[in-house]
């Protein structure tokens, strides 16, 4: 039996006895990430939080096994915000519309639930995507399985509620989360906790036909900032596209009782987690700006295009270097150009030797 079929479902129970430090840590570290943020010039606020929304959006698809154009979220995210003076032009129609969810997440967290913004989440999450009906809940007899494995030795992971119950499955949950917001009568105080729960739950039930656990992210991601009381720095979803088989194995364990313990351990560790990173971005994001600021009198446009493109990969670092044959695709010229610019970023100390012989390639000396 899974947790919606047994008779104290949704009466989730748990114990915070192993995580209380965790949560009084995620409590001060969220007070002193937005102190350093709120400490930056705004322009490098920005970066910071592109730089973040950006990593959720492509990690959160990236779970799914989708993978969107990098590029492509960055200027859904930037237009959306209106930080760009006239609107870049967005091919990828997925990227746009994971771009414009990551900012309405933000924008909209103090709001209430309700089933017109999640179905408005759903159409954003759509876009570009064919044979799905966007914005309503799923429909049709057919059971809603979370299956893997080839055809003809498949393995039911999780069956959620039969269409007909969502309805009013959801209607319950929606109750539930503005209920366990700020000032709700059933308040909880810990955002790590209630995230946890919003995305368990929201899981369990399965709404929709396709997309549920990048909503169900956000919804978890909404959960932190309400509780916080802003928008919170972190990509939940880079923490756990990282370590997504732990995810997805305490996620099936979750799902067959509603005694919940172990689920919160593991959320509230993957958050904790995530704004480890955040912090890193952070770190990286004023490095970026003093790394820019020391060589942008060395950079023509060329050599800069190639540059932000590596700077663009952000702490994680640009895959494998910047290399003589990444070079050229990156700026459209011959090799001998594209060798003698390398060559001179590295007199000039833009860009530091690795590896060497076949495997050379160059790195920031950020």
Known sequence: ??????PDWPDFKYSLETVEEDLYAFAEETGHISGIL???????????????????????????????????VISSIRNKLGLNTHADKVKDKRSQGAGELMVDVR???????????LFEW??????????????HWRKGRAPMQVISGRPGKE???FEAPPSAKVPAEMSRFIAWFNESGPGGSHEIKKAPVRAAIAHLYFESIHPFEDGNGRIGRAIAEKALSQTVGRPVLLSLSRTIEAGKAAYYAALER???????????????GAVIQA????????DFTLKKAKFLDRYKEQLDNRRLKAVMKMLDAGPEGFKGGMTAQKYMSITKVAKATATRDLREMVEGTVLLVAGGGRSTHYVLNI
Do not use: C
């Open 1 to 6: 039996m899974y947790n919606w079929q047994l």
């Open 38 to 72: 709120k400490a930056l010039p705004e322009n490098t606020q920005w970066e910071a939080i592109v730089s973040t929304m950006v990593a959720e959006a492509i990690k959160t698809s990236a779970i799914e096994g989708e993978f969107l154009s990098r590029q492509d």
């Open 107 to 117: 924008n909209t967290f103090a709001e209430w639930l309700t089933e017109q913004h």
């Open 122 to 135: 759903h159409r954003l999450l759509m876009k570009g995507s064919k044979g799905i009906k966007a914005g």
């Open 155 to 157: 393995r039911v992971h």
């Open 254 to 268: 979750s799902q067959k009782n509603n005694e919940i313990t172990p689920w919160i351990n593991y959320f509230v």
């Open 275 to 282: 704004q480890k990173d955040a912090g890193e971005r952070i």
